[in-house]
Every structure is written in C-alpha cells, then in structure tokens.
C-alpha cells in the first residue's frame, strides 16, 4: 500500500508517544523467565512485541491479555518449547537475538527463524561466544543467519565479544546468564555501539530483580576516556533468579522522534507526553539533535514541549548510540538549510534493510545531494516530490512520511510501520498531519 500525506490543518496539540518498543519485549520476556505473575501496563503490542510474546508463550509462559495489563505467569527459567515447528518471529532482531541465548535454557531444542529480512541479520559473534558458554548453535543454511537451531544446555563461563556489530548480542548474554549453570563473566571489546541498549536491559533487570556490576576498563592512560572506542567493558553475573513484578512500559523516544520532527518541520507547538526526563533509552538524543536544528525543546518530568518555525538548521552528528534515529535525522537534514554529516552508524547497514544504502538510494529519488559513507552520509538541504519505497522497513516509511510534509511525496509499502508504531496514522493525526494509506 502507498502511504502519503493527505491533508495539514491545525498542527500542533498533545499527544501520547507509544509505549517503548525495547522495553516492551525485555518487559514480557524477563516476566516469562521470572517466578511468579508479573502484570506488565502499557505494553507496546506492535507486529514485533507480538513476536516477543509469542516465543514466550511457546517456551511455556502463560501470557493473557487483562483490562489494562498484560498478565504473565513466569515459567523460572525453566523452558520448553512445546513447538516441533520452527518458531517465527517475523521482523523482529531483538527478539532473534535475546531468544537465541535463551532457547539454550529450554530442555528441549529450539528453531529460531523469521521474515526474508530477519534471515539476513548476523548472527555469528552470538553463536560464537554462546559456544563458549557451552550452548551449541547451528544455522540451518551455514550462513550464520536464521534459521538457527539451539540445543539445550547452558553451562556459563568467560567470554569476550565484540561490541560494533549489535549491542542485541550483549542484552542477549546478560539477560540470559544468571540463569545459566555457573554464571557469565562477560568483556564487551571495543568499539561499543548502541551501549544505551544495554543499559536499559540492566535497568529492567533490576527491577525484575537481578543487579550486575559494570566495570569500564580503560586500556591505556592517554586514551580519551571514552569507553566506545577505547575500553573494555565488564559485566560479572552471578547466578540469580528473576522475581515477578508489575511493571509499567515507558514512552519511546524512537518512534516519538517522528512526531517531535514533524512539529520541527512544520512549525507550531506540541506537547508529547510519556516521554521520561530520567529516561536510559538514547533515542533521547533526538531531542539535542531537534534543539541544535533551531526547535525549541523544552524537557518536563513526564513530557516534552516543542516549539518550531519550521526552519531548520544543518547539523553534525554521530549517531552510534542511536542507530534508530538515522532515517529520521537523515529527513530532517534533507529538509534544513546548508550541508549536515551524520557519522557512526556502520551498524545500521545491517538492521531491517542496508538503511545508509536504502535512505541514500530514496532522498536520491528525491533529488536530494546526498553522499554516501561507510559509517553514515553527508546530506545537502533541498529535496523535491517524487515516490520512494519503504524496501518493507518500518522506519523509512515513518521518516520518508515526514518529507511528505513539504513536498508530494508518496512511499510504497507504507503500511509497514506497524512493526514498531502500529497508531502511527492515529498520532500524527492527533498533531493534524493526515496521512492517507492507499
Ligand atoms: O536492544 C534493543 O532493543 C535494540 C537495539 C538496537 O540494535 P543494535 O544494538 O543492533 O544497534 C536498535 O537498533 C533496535 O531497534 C533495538
Ligand atoms: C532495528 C530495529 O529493530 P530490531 O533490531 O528489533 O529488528 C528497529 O526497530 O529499528
């Protein structure tokens, strides 16, 4: 289907950014491995958190959808997949990554598989040092990719891993280890991408009952102190047992990243409320970013405020611990006066689709003076209208939609946003922007 924008009247107003995506399948799948119910409020139930409830239902949750909570009876870690089939989970890479650590606790084996972009994601650095950890991996295609099948046996044990190519690697590992035979001693090498990630996979577990230690060890003295590219970072996880808990989703700051730029592009004010000040995700960085474009941004407990004149300014920045932001920025600087550079964001050419690739390839479409880099692109202001498509990736159907808000822009395959932002149309809507699906 082609998603367009149809009609702008009245922009601005209040809205409720959707519950966060990261925190809704960490939320379901620590409730599944914990003892006892957890009620989970405010889940995110997007085509990929239904792919995190479904695996935890088929390794033996018992998930029920109450009045305004999600109820989950925990299995303690003890899996079974009551599954001969392969298990799909669709587009979804963070329930990939984090089920495939996991599968090792079930006594049974496990087959992990999902959607034509799911089958391209790497998964290597995770097979590998899951071997180390006692848990025996097979790519059914001998291509390190899904299909992958898990056999049972979880021992614990050192290991290393590298930390550029996904940080889902890493939750993986954490999440999974205290309920390993021995424990996990873990060393994240550098360059440590997408790091808030894990952050807020130890945030969750913490409340879900499991504290780790970090230790940041600096490799040499001159180095700049920056632990992305120039320490190693230590985990130490002790065996443990998750404790049932009620826990209450948060805002996203990756899909509110749409709706805060559609107000910087159009001008006018908006408030985006369920969105935390003492928030770990570092999508939160897209407020930075809105501000240095010449929004106003103003940051409460529990909302944002932006103000806009709608002329924005070209920006530099490395987003490598905000990957997610990319199509969103990348719009945003096709649309802002003078030359913007984003940078660090190698790892993005291996999510939903090549997206420096696909993003460069369909501002081209527009006409827009865009060069692309190994680890990002340099975007000149100006775009013109034209059709672009979505390659069946989620995030450049939601950002290319905002192009739409100066120029005629029609995206085919625009309805997949319902991976991440299933109310999309009804949020923007909300704001005044109509988008159309046809
Ligand atoms: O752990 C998570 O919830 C995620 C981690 C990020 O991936 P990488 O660590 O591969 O950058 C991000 O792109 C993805 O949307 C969600
Ligand atoms: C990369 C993304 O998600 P995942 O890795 O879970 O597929 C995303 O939501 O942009």
Do not use: W
Request: charged share 25%; proline share 3%.
């Amino acid at each position: 289907m082609n998603l367009k924008v149809k009609n702008i009247s009245n922009v601005g107003g209040e809205v409720k950014a959707p519950p966060s995506k990261s925190y809704s399948h960490r939320a379901v799948i620590l409730a599944s491995l914990a003892k006892g119910t957890s009620k989970l409020y405010d889940m995110l139930f997007s085509e990929d958190t239904i792919s995190s409830i479904n695996v935890c239902k088929t390794l033996g949750a018992k998930i029920t959808e109450k009045e305004g909570y999600l109820e989950v009876v925990g299995t303690g870690g003890n899996f079974h997949n009551s599954s001969d089939d392969y298990i799909d989970l669709g587009n979804s890479g963070t329930t990939l990554r984090i089920m495939t650590s996991l599968a090792g606790l079930s006594d049974n084996d496990v087959i992990l598989t999902g959607d034509d972009s799911l089958k391209t994601r790497p998964m290597g650095v995770l097979m590998d040092a899951l071997k180390d950890l006692g848990v025996s991996t097979k790519s059914l295609k001998d291509n390190e990719k899904a299909p992958i099948l898990i056999k049972p046996g979880y021992a614990g044990g050192e290991v290393s891993i590298p930390g550029n190519i996904s940080s889902q690697f890493i939750s993986s590992i954490l999440i999974s280890a205290p309920l390993s035979e021995n424990g996990v001693q873990l060393s994240v090498l550098p360059d440590f991408k997408s790091k808030p990630y894990v952050d807020m996979s130890l945030d969750i577990m913490s409340k879900f009952g499991v504290d780790i230690t970090e230790e940041i060890q600096f490799k040499h003295d001159d180095c700049s102190k920056d632990y992305k590219t120039c320490a190693v970072v230590y985990y130490d996880i002790p065996k443990n047992e998750y404790k049932a808990t009620d826990y209450v989703v948060e805002g996203d700051y990756s899909s509110a990243s749409y709706l805060l730029a559609a107000i910087a592009i159009l001008g006018g004010e908006a408030k985006i409320f369920n969105l935390f000040k003492d928030s770990k995700q570092g999508d939160k960085v897209i407020l930075d970013i809105i501000r240095d474009m010449g929004a106003d941004i103003e940051v409460h407990e529990d909302y944002v405020k932006i103000s806009s004149d709608g002329n924005l300014k070209a920006i530099d920045v490395n987003l490598s611990d905000s990957p997610d932001l990319l199509i969103t920025v990348a719009v945003l600087a096709s649309l802002a006066e003078g030359t913007s550079k984003i940078t660090g964001v190698a790892h993005a050419r291996v999510k939903e689709t090549d997206r420096i690739a696909t993003t460069c390839s369909e501002l081209k479409k527009l006409n827009c003076n865009v060069v692309e880099h190994e680890d990002g692109m340099t975007i000149e202001g100006g775009i013109s209208s034209g059709v672009v498509d979505s390659h069946g990736d989620h995030r450049l159907a939601m950002a290319f939609s905002l192009a739409g808000l100066k120029e005629d822009v029609e995206i085919t395959n625009g309805e997949v946003f319902d991976v991440s932002f299933p109310n999309f149309i009804g949020a923007m809507a909300e704001l005044g922007i109509e988008l159309e699906l046809n």
